[in-house]
């Protein structure tokens, strides 16, 4: 609207402040809408970028394990127990391990309690058991947690359906495995009952050790 000159004196200074405050709020509105924006956005880039060797983990013995230090190979975690119906596996992942661990291939066992009270020892008594019964010598991690509240780092990423949109979801139990590109991308998700030499997985591990440079 425009007012002829002479008016501008007679109109109330409420009135003036009033347009100021409209426009002071309008801009503050804008400025807050941009800054949720650009939010959400470096938020979704983050989630996008990261991958499994931003984690760290303590080993059995109990040192710190950056996962980055396997960058470059192909990574099959699994999250183990002693005293379940699929701890025999331990003998197959040991075998696949030999198999293939001088193409760029390691496991990494990461014992966790959550199903059924299945691993209830110490770091020490899971290190003796899975080397005095199954000669496990690929790496293994300390004891942690991968479902609840307690869950770890690396588990609510790996399980975070937004960050892995085809492998994300709760743990179901026990010898779970995530096979892990040499880029530390997940690039496929293998419940209990896969055994470590079904053709499924051993077909998934020749793939990304095929395209290892």
């Given at each position: 609207?425009?007012v002829?000159g002479?008016l501008?004196e007679?109109?109330?200074?409420?009135y003036f402040?009033?347009?100021?405050?409209r426009a002071?709020?309008?801009r503050e509105?804008?400025?807050k809408?941009?800054f949720v924006?650009?939010?959400?956005l470096g938020?979704?880039?983050?989630?996008?970028?990261?991958t499994?060797?931003?984690?760290?983990l303590?080993?059995?013995?109990?040192?710190?394990?950056?996962?980055a230090?396997?960058?470059g190979?192909?990574?099959?975690?699994?999250?183990?127990?002693?005293?379940?119906?699929?701890?025999?596996?331990?003998?197959?992942?040991e075998?696949?391990?030999?198999?293939?661990?001088?193409r760029?291939?390691?496991i990494?066992?990461?014992?966790?309690n959550?199903f059924?009270?299945?691993?209830?020892?110490?770091?020490?008594?899971?290190k003796t058991?899975?080397?005095s019964?199954y000669?496990?010598?690929?790496?293994?991690?300390?004891?942690?947690?991968?479902?609840g509240?307690?869950?770890?780092?690396?588990y609510?990423?790996?399980?975070?359906?937004?960050?892995?949109?085809k492998t994300g979801g709760?743990?179901g139990?026990?010898?779970?495995?995530?096979?892990?590109g040499?880029?530390?991308?997940?690039?496929?998700r293998?419940?209990?009952?896969v055994?470590?030499?079904?053709?499924?997985?051993?077909?998934a591990?020749?793939?990304a050790?095929?395209?290892?440079k």
């Amino acid at each position: 609207m425009i007012v002829p000159g002479h008016l501008w004196e007679e109109w109330p200074e409420e009135y003036f402040k009033f347009l100021r405050f409209r426009a002071n709020s309008i801009r503050e509105t804008k400025m807050k809408k941009l800054f949720v924006l650009l939010a959400l956005l470096g938020t979704t880039l983050m989630a996008a970028e990261k991958t499994v060797y931003d984690f760290t983990l303590n080993s059995i013995e109990g040192q710190t394990t950056p996962l980055a230090s396997f960058k470059g190979k192909v990574v099959l975690l699994v999250n183990v127990a002693s005293r379940c119906g699929f701890t025999p596996q331990y003998a197959g992942l040991e075998a696949l391990y030999e198999k293939y661990k001088d193409r760029g291939f390691v496991i990494v066992g990461i014992p966790a309690n959550n199903f059924g009270a299945q691993e209830p020892g110490s770091n020490q008594e899971i290190k003796t058991f899975c080397t005095s019964k199954y000669h496990v010598t690929f790496p293994m991690m300390a004891k942690v947690s991968v479902k609840g509240g307690d869950i770890t780092p690396l588990y609510a990423f790996l399980t975070d359906k937004a960050a892995n949109p085809k492998t994300g979801g709760e743990i179901g139990w026990n010898f779970t495995k995530f096979l892990i590109g040499p880029d530390g991308k997940v690039i496929a998700r293998f419940d209990s009952e896969v055994e470590p030499d079904s053709k499924d997985l051993t077909s998934a591990i020749e793939k990304a050790l095929a395209n290892l440079k």
